[in-house]
């Protein structure tokens, strides 16, 4: 299906939908909207039927174009929120009723997947509703997720993003019968006919969700998988529930083998599938490494021998091999830990698993993906390949690198990932072992495996092969930064381009943190380099076109887009000065007076009033350069009012997550914490020159300093989370902060503390998976720079350079031309907070040995 018409209306298509769109529809941001769930091979028929329907009201829709699209849709590798919207239906204001009933009518009895994040207008027909945005105005919320955002009557935010849920915003009122959604979850008493009594979720997913329940005739605890009709449905018409069919099937072949659940029971409910098995544990290895920190052999914690786990995992993994079993989906999620013994594990999930050869095949990238062959049964070589990717993580704490289309780019990769978290001899037969069983020779895997069994792991014919490091010298970065320009002005046209935007699925917000202005700020630095001007300038064209709802932040608001058109000097940016200028007639930017959920407004430095008061101390800096005295004390005046929102506590920190495992140092953190505040204090201080704003600046910068010892000294356990040495929420920001600190108040203890955080970031660095700023690696080493640099100290800039390695290592591509993954960790974007923006931005500095750095002030 290309294309779908109906007279009188226009119509057009990209590579993903095809679109109708009515004259006559009134421009809404958001409302009542639906969706028609379709199987792939009935897209053609359900068009033709719900073709007329449309036809007689008035509205918008869209279209899956193809069968295989709509597959892709489907199989909910996307979203969860994607599954099952092959139509979806934009009806005028007061006609969803209507229009609803009419398809449900000429849908009645078909069959498509369920739409999780809707609910049901009718239960025999697959038609669904629910409140949602009618228009694409995004935003970076404060978690530095996209959202898809809806402002009510009352001013309010609410995330319009389509999750594996329903949600609706409180201004909105369900316009069906009350009750008329169907549910999604099992309710109580129970479900299996009343027998299972469920009491927690564990994994929500868009194939089904798993929960732990209680078995009411037996009064034990068990497992219950949930298989969602049509899901994941291949050209075979294989789905979910075929997949937990087979892993019955493979439970039961494996009935009574240590470490693996048993099947217990069986059942259907409605048209989803369920499957009952004994509970192992509540403890898998991805949630305990990031909790406990990696497995080593050098740990204090006996429980956390790496080569224990080794032995443990392959001893239960050749038991399944034993019963003629291939498990194809071994990887840290499905391994489960309990505390009957230390290291004691199971494996779970055996819904892609081969008993005697026959399965329904697929395959986790990066686990067992790079070895399984296109055709043909799996061999359990292939699983000693996914067990050597899964030790890699319990050593690291990483995934293995998947960003490369070549196989084998990934796994060198992921070598030398290895070979900096366990250096030297004391890991050298652990090491060897992984490094054989990540071989793309099932022979080598093979023999891997079997020293592994014997404990013989040093008496390999040869050593462990350690990849080759680049030297990062100035010929080097230049390379890499020539080529890693080029790529942010290849996707600064594509954000431009609507067309080439939605075939490339390029993030189309306009801020700092994710968005267009983060992207160009850092382009304006390499504008001497082809093509960047004429990149900028149509990038901040674009941007000051874009008519958002933007909050007043500055990383994901409008007081950092305003930074970048004022830096850009475009003709977008001179129209939109022009109506920034009027606006200030009557006054200048408003602060808020509560947070989106109506609560204080925030103090914070990625979207409250200490990030606002520093982009404004940004741009009166700017319009002093440019000679617009005015306009720079109109943005001062902002930044006073940010001063005095902090300083009587009207603004206050909501650093959400601070009390939870893994968040580190986020109340204390530059993002979210009071590290921010304090930089803006700081920069407030030295930008007015004003005793007190000084003072204010000098009592923020003792209360961070006298934390962060403690601070350090908890990245240093054993078992300290990876977060620790992240910018927005660890050490790396709070360090950047001290090093500023030492600066504007002539402090030399600061920077003092600023080394001491530096190499706690430097310690931590080998297993932080990110390359990125925010989170990552690239956060990291511009903190580096900025003690090297403050310091005069070589000793940081090494540090420095090691982090840039460590960023190659993560990546794909050659080391001169790297692919440098976002935060998904399998595609690259250019984004300044979560891709490859931010990075260059490290890059840059690391060979200018400084320059600027976003949110400081020269």
């Given at each position: 299906?290309?294309?779908v018409?109906i007279?009188?209306?226009?119509?057009?298509?990209?590579d993903?939908?095809s679109y109708?769109?009515?004259?006559?529809?009134?421009?809404m941001?958001h409302?009542?909207?639906?969706?028609?769930?379709?199987?792939p091979?009935?897209?053609?028929?359900v068009?033709?039927?719900v073709?007329p329907?449309?036809s007689?009201h008035?509205?918008?829709?869209?279209?899956?174009?193809?069968?295989?699209?709509?597959?892709r849709?489907?199989?909910?590798?996307?979203?969860a929120?994607a599954?099952?919207?092959?139509?979806t239906?934009?009806?005028?204001?007061g006609?969803?009723?209507?229009?609803?009933?009419?398809?449900?009518?000429?849908?009645r009895d078909r069959?498509?997947?369920?739409?999780?994040s809707?609910r049901?207008?009718?239960p025999?027909?697959?038609v669904?509703?629910r409140?949602?945005p009618?228009?694409?105005?995004?935003?970076t919320g404060?978690s530095?997720?996209?959202?898809s955002?809806?402002?009510?009557p009352?001013?309010?935010?609410?995330?319009?993003?389509?999750?594996?849920?329903?949600?609706?915003?409180?201004?909105?009122?369900?316009?069906?019968?009350?009750?008329?959604?169907h549910?999604d979850e099992p309710?109580?008493?129970?479900?299996?006919?009343?027998?299972?009594?469920?009491?927690?979720?564990?994994?929500?997913?868009?194939r089904?969700?798993v929960?732990?329940?209680v078995?009411r005739?037996?009064?034990?605890?068990?497992?219950v998988k949930?298989?969602?009709?049509?899901?994941g449905?291949?050209?075979?018409?294989?789905?979910?529930?075929?997949r937990l069919?087979?892993?019955?099937?493979v439970?039961?072949?494996?009935?009574?083998?240590?470490?693996?659940?048993r099947?217990l029971?069986?059942?259907a409910?409605?048209?989803?599938?369920?499957?009952?098995?004994?509970?192992?544990?509540d403890?898998?290895?991805?949630?305990?490494v990031?909790?406990n920190?990696?497995y080593?052999d050098?740990?204090t914690?006996p429980?956390?021998?790496l080569?224990?786990l080794?032995s443990?995992?392959l001893?239960?993994?050749?038991?399944?091999?034993?019963?003629?079993?291939v498990v194809?989906?071994?990887?840290p999620?499905?391994?489960?830990l309990?505390d009957s013994?230390?290291?004691?594990?199971?494996?779970i999930?055996?819904?892609i698993?081969?008993?005697?050869g026959a399965?329904?095949?697929?395959?986790?990238?990066?686990?067992?993906?790079?070895?399984?062959y296109?055709?043909g049964?799996?061999?359990?070589?292939?699983?000693?390949y996914?067990?050597?990717?899964?030790l890699?993580f319990?050593?690291t704490?990483?995934?293995p690198?998947?960003?490369?289309?070549?196989?084998?780019?990934?796994?060198?990769?992921?070598l030398?990932c290895?070979?900096?978290?366990l250096?030297?001899?004391?890991?050298?037969?652990?090491?060897?072992?992984?490094?054989g069983?990540?071989s793309?020779?099932p022979?080598?895997?093979?023999?891997?495996?079997?020293?592994?069994?014997?404990?013989?792991a040093?008496?390999?014919?040869?050593?462990?092969?350690?990849?080759?490091h680049?030297r990062?010298?100035?010929d080097?970065?230049?390379?890499?930064?020539e080529?890693?320009t080029a790529?942010?002005?290849?996707?600064?046209?594509a954000?431009?381009?609507?067309?080439?935007?939605?075939?490339?699925?390029?993030?189309?917000s306009?801020?700092?943190y994710?968005?267009?202005s983060?992207?160009g700020?850092e382009?304006l630095?390499?504008?001497?380099?082809?093509?960047?001007?004429?990149a900028v300038?149509?990038?901040?064209?674009?941007?000051?076109e874009?008519?958002?709802?933007?909050p007043p932040g500055?990383?994901?608001?409008r007081?950092g887009?305003?930074?970048?058109?004022?830096?850009?000097?475009?003709e977008?940016?001179?129209?939109?000065?022009t109506?920034?200028?009027a606006?200030?007639?009557?006054?200048?930017?408003?602060l808020?007076?509560?947070?989106p959920?109506?609560?204080?407004?925030e103090a914070?430095?990625?979207?409250?009033?200490?990030?606002?008061?520093?982009?404004?101390l940004?741009?009166?800096?700017?319009?002093?350069?440019?000679?617009?005295?005015?306009?720079?004390d109109r943005?001062?005046?902002?930044a006073?009012d940010?001063?005095?929102?902090?300083?009587s506590?009207?603004?206050?920190?909501?650093?959400?997550?601070?009390?939870?495992?893994?968040?580190?140092a986020?109340?204390?953190?530059v993002?979210h914490?009071?590290?921010?505040?304090?930089?803006?204090?700081?920069?407030?201080?030295?930008?007015t020159?004003?005793?007190?704003?000084i003072s204010?600046s000098?009592?923020?910068?003792?209360r961070?300093?006298?934390?962060t010892?403690d601070?350090i000294a908890?990245?240093?356990?054993?078992?300290a989370t990876?977060?620790?040495?992240?910018?927005?929420?660890?050490?790396?920001g709070?360090?950047?902060?001290l090093v500023?600190?030492?600066?504007?108040?002539d402090?030399?203890?600061?920077?003092?503390?600023?080394q001491?955080?530096?190499?706690?970031?430097?310690?931590?660095a080998?297993?932080?998976?990110?390359?990125?700023?925010?989170?990552g690696?690239a956060?990291v080493?511009?903190l580096?720079?900025?003690v090297?640099?403050a310091?005069?100290?070589?000793?940081f800039?090494?540090?420095a350079?090691?982090v840039?390695?460590?960023?190659?290592?993560?990546?794909?591509?050659?080391?001169?031309r790297?692919?440098?993954?976002?935060?998904?960790l399998?595609?690259?974007?250019?984004?300044?907070?979560?891709g490859?923006a931010?990075?260059?931005?490290?890059l840059?500095?690391l060979?200018?040995?400084?320059?600027?750095?976003?949110g400081?002030?020269a």
């Amino acid at each position: 299906m290309a294309a779908v018409s109906i007279a009188g209306r226009s119509g057009w298509s990209d590579d993903a939908w095809s679109y109708l769109n009515d004259l006559r529809m009134p421009a809404m941001e958001h409302g009542w909207k639906l969706h028609v769930s379709v199987r792939p091979g009935d897209l053609d028929a359900v068009t033709r039927l719900v073709l007329p329907v449309l036809s007689r009201h008035v509205c918008h829709a869209k279209f899956a174009r193809d069968p295989e699209t709509l597959r892709r849709l489907n199989s909910g590798v996307g979203s969860a929120g994607a599954v099952g919207k092959a139509i979806t239906v934009y009806p005028l204001a007061g006609t969803v009723v209507e229009i609803a009933r009419e398809l449900a009518a000429v849908l009645r009895d078909r069959e498509g997947p369920r739409i999780v994040s809707d609910r049901r207008v009718d239960p025999r027909a697959p038609v669904y509703y629910r409140y949602g945005p009618f228009t694409g105005d995004y935003r970076t919320g404060r978690s530095g997720r996209l959202e898809s955002v809806m402002t009510g009557p009352d001013g309010r935010i609410f995330d319009g993003l389509a999750v594996g849920r329903y949600r609706c915003p409180p201004w909105a009122e369900d316009p069906f019968a009350i009750g008329s959604g169907h549910r999604d979850e099992p309710s109580a008493p129970g479900f299996g006919g009343g027998r299972y009594k469920v009491t927690a979720g564990i994994t929500r997913t868009p194939r089904g969700n798993v929960y732990r329940a209680v078995d009411r005739t037996l009064g034990r605890p068990v497992v219950v998988k949930q298989a969602r009709a049509f899901v994941g449905e291949d050209d075979s018409g294989t789905d979910a529930r075929h997949r937990l069919r087979n892993e019955r099937t493979v439970l039961t072949a494996l009935d009574g083998v240590t470490g693996v659940p048993r099947a217990l029971d069986y059942f259907a409910h409605q048209s989803d599938e369920y499957l009952v098995m004994s509970s192992c544990g509540d403890r898998d290895l991805r949630r305990d490494v990031l909790r406990n920190g990696p497995y080593r052999d050098d740990d204090t914690r006996p429980a956390r021998a790496l080569s224990v786990l080794a032995s443990r995992l392959l001893r239960v993994l050749d038991a399944i091999h034993g019963r003629n079993v291939v498990v194809r989906g071994l990887k840290p999620d499905n391994v489960v830990l309990d505390d009957s013994g230390p290291g004691h594990c199971h494996m779970i999930d055996f819904g892609i698993s081969e008993w005697d050869g026959a399965g329904p095949g697929g395959a986790t990238p990066g686990y067992s993906e790079p070895v399984l062959y296109a055709t043909g049964p799996a061999a359990s070589a292939d699983d000693h390949y996914a067990l050597g990717a899964t030790l890699f993580f319990a050593a690291t704490g990483m995934d293995p690198v998947i960003v490369d289309t070549d196989h084998g780019v990934n796994r060198d990769r992921t070598l030398a990932c290895l070979a900096w978290a366990l250096p030297g001899r004391a890991h050298r037969e652990i090491r060897s072992s992984i490094t054989g069983l990540l071989s793309f020779d099932p022979a080598v895997r093979a023999a891997a495996a079997e020293r592994l069994r014997t404990g013989t792991a040093g008496t390999a014919r040869r050593p462990a092969r350690r990849p080759a490091h680049p030297r990062i010298d100035s010929d080097l970065l230049d390379e890499i930064i020539e080529h890693t320009t080029a790529f942010c002005v290849g996707e600064a046209h594509a954000i431009v381009d609507p067309e080439r935007a939605a075939r490339l699925n390029v993030p189309t917000s306009i801020d700092v943190y994710g968005g267009s202005s983060g992207l160009g700020l850092e382009l304006l630095h390499h504008a001497h380099r082809p093509h960047v001007r004429s990149a900028v300038t149509a990038l901040a064209r674009w941007t000051a076109e874009q008519s958002r709802n933007l909050p007043p932040g500055f990383y994901t608001g409008r007081t950092g887009v305003e930074l970048f058109l004022a830096e850009a000097e475009a003709e977008a940016e001179a129209e939109a000065r022009t109506g920034a200028e009027a606006d200030a007639r009557s006054g200048y930017l408003v602060l808020p007076d509560r947070a989106p959920d109506g609560g204080p407004p925030e103090a914070d430095l990625i979207a409250g009033a200490a990030g606002i008061g520093l982009g404004r101390l940004l741009l009166a800096r700017h319009a002093l350069r440019c000679g617009h005295r005015d306009a720079a004390d109109r943005h001062l005046a902002v930044a006073a009012d940010c001063d005095r929102m902090l300083t009587s506590g009207t603004a206050r920190l909501t650093p959400t997550g601070s009390d939870t495992a893994g968040s580190a140092a986020l109340r204390e953190g530059v993002a979210h914490g009071e590290a921010g505040v304090a930089l803006f204090l700081l920069e407030y201080g030295g930008a007015t020159g004003d005793p007190d704003a000084i003072s204010r600046s000098e009592k923020a910068a003792a209360r961070l300093a006298a934390v962060t010892p403690d601070i350090i000294a908890a990245a240093a356990e054993p078992g300290a989370t990876r977060r620790y040495g992240s910018w927005c929420r660890g050490l790396a920001g709070i360090g950047t902060v001290l090093v500023r600190a030492a600066e504007r108040l002539d402090e030399p203890g600061y920077l003092d503390l600023a080394q001491q955080a530096a190499r706690a970031c430097a310690a931590l660095a080998p297993r932080m998976p990110l390359v990125t700023q925010c989170c990552g690696l690239a956060g990291v080493g511009d903190l580096m720079v900025d003690v090297a640099e403050a310091s005069a100290s070589e000793a940081f800039r090494n540090m420095a350079e090691s982090v840039a390695l460590l960023i190659l290592c993560r990546s794909g591509g050659t080391w001169s031309r790297p692919v440098f993954p976002d935060t998904t960790l399998a595609r690259p974007s250019a984004a300044w907070a979560g891709g490859s923006a931010g990075v260059l931005a490290f890059l840059r500095r690391l060979r200018d040995r400084g320059g600027p750095r976003l949110g400081l002030i020269a």
